[in-house]
């Protein structure tokens, strides 16, 4: 009996709907003797480490304001209970999967500030770690006033694995000049664990805290930031729609690639001669948050010519 070989690409998505990581190495085939393969692999969704982020300008296109549950705030200046995410969402190499809120247009994963007061002063830009500054920030951080005007929402929209955390802040009160008024928006974002903030106003009251404002994020220690240009600790007013994206950009290990379970190559392709029976797998491990996905191809034995038996009759 003659062999052939057989190729055959077997998908091996270790979470439902996750992302995934696809061989490419062209249509199931058979052919006779060794193959040699050249094969690639592509990731449907590129994911970067979190240890530091590029900032860009994207177009104003939030969620509507309405979004998730109205925010009770019966005083000004004031942090949270914790929140519960239900995703791990990971800022600065740390995963994280509660918050707390604040009523001066920010959220924080430091978890100390939960009930506490919520600092309005500040002069220092960021990154900082000088006292009264909240640590581990995201948002638009400015003495606002939502017992007085406006509204807060928070809630979480999209499916696994692609959920966001979206709150929302719309025509809440400065501070004592309580006919000026900030709508913005904050969202972060599972798996990619991106971070946007729309802003669709934010008007200034000089009066107060010298009108100083600070749109971007910083990590728990206070000593690495992100912020858009001339967003930093400043006075600004903003009556045309912006948004900015915040999107981590720290390089991560490449596609493992294994043969018979042996690691034989890390990178986007392997190369090779091969006989049956082989497995090959490329295997992506996605670290913060953890999530797992490989694809397999399998070179098979299949039989070539069935023997037929045949009697003869010679009378």
């Not at 490419?24 to 058979?30: H, I, R, S, V």
């Not at 929302?168 to 928006?185: G, L, P, R, Y």
């Not at 006989?275 to 992506?284: D, M, N």
Request: proline share 8%; with cysteine; net charge neutral.
């Amino acid at each position: 009996m003659r062999l052939l070989l057989g190729l055959l690409l077997v998908s091996n998505l270790l979470f439902s709907q996750a992302p995934s990581i696809n061989i490419l190495g062209g249509n199931d085939t058979a052919i006779c003797g060794n193959i040699s393969l050249n094969l690639t692999c592509r990731l449907d969704t590129t994911v970067l480490g979190t240890n530091s982020y590029s900032v860009q300008s994207i177009p104003y296109a939030p969620f509507p304001y309405t979004t998730g549950t109205l925010f009770p705030i019966p005083i000004d200046d004031k942090w949270s209970t914790v929140q519960t995410l239900p995703f791990t969402f990971c800022f600065y190499g740390q995963p994280y999967t509660q918050y707390v809120l604040s009523t001066n247009g920010i959220i924080s994963f430091n978890l100390t500030y939960a009930n506490n007061f919520s600092p309005w002063a500040f002069t220092a830009l960021i990154p900082t770690n000088a006292a009264l500054f909240p640590r581990s920030m995201i948002g638009l951080f400015h003495d606002i006033d939502p017992s007085i005007a406006g509204t807060v929402r928070y809630g979480v929209t999209g499916t696994f694995p692609y959920r966001k955390l979206v709150i929302s802040f719309s025509d809440v009160a400065h501070f004592q000049c309580n006919t000026q008024k900030s709508t913005f928006q904050i969202s972060i974002h599972e798996f990619t664990n991106i971070i946007e903030v729309h802003i669709l106003k934010k008007q200034t009251c000089a009066a107060w805290n010298g009108g100083r404002a600070c749109l971007g994020i910083q990590n728990n220690a206070g000593t690495l930031a992100a912020f858009p240009p001339g967003r930093n600790t400043s006075l600004y007013t903003l009556n045309t729609a912006e948004a900015w994206r915040f999107k981590p950009n720290t390089p991560v290990p490449p596609p493992q690639w294994f043969v018979n379970g042996v690691l034989a190559a890390n990178g986007f392709s392997l190369s090779g001669t091969y006989s049956a029976p082989t497995t090959i797998v490329a295997r992506y491990q996605y670290s913060c948050p953890i999530m797992l996905t490989s694809d397999t191809l399998f070179i098979n034995e299949l039989p070539c010519c069935n023997p037929i038996n045949v009697l003869l009759n010679t009378n």
